[in-house]
């Protein structure tokens, strides 16, 4: 008794090679469904960002123009009251000796 196959050696590299592209064009539709969605995601966080930079930049807004009006009042007298000093009678600064190495200086 003979059997014979219904399928020939012929037609399974075609077979291969339609499953070969099936396989690349689903990844393909996978990739651009993810970049969509991507992109969809990155406007919207985009919206977000715009929001909140302006808020802030209200808030900067607000603080500017309170120190604009608190820089007005500041006085010698209220300085030295807190505890500042004048730079002329506490200069500073670094000499290297060669005996000694970097020597820090202060001038009263």
Known sequence: MTVKSLTTTTSYP???FFW???Y???????????????IIIGAYG???LRAEFGA?????????????ILSGNVTI????????????DYSS???QTEASGIVLSYRR
Do not use: M
Not at 24 to 38: K, P, T
Not at 56 to 68: G, H, I, K, R
Not at 78 to 88: E, F, N, Q, T
């Open 14 to 16: 075609y077979q291969k």
């Open 77 to 88: 007298d209220l300085a030295r009251s807190l505890g500042y000093r004048d730079a002329a």
């Open 20 to 22: 070969i592209l099936s």
């Open 93 to 95: 600064f670094a000499y």
């Open 46 to 48: 985009r919206e977000n």
């Open 56 to 68: 802030l930049q209200s808030s900067v807004n607000q603080l500017e123009s309170d120190y604009v």
């Open 24 to 38: 690349l064009l689903l990844a393909l539709v996978v990739l651009y469904f993810y970049f969509v969605v991507a």
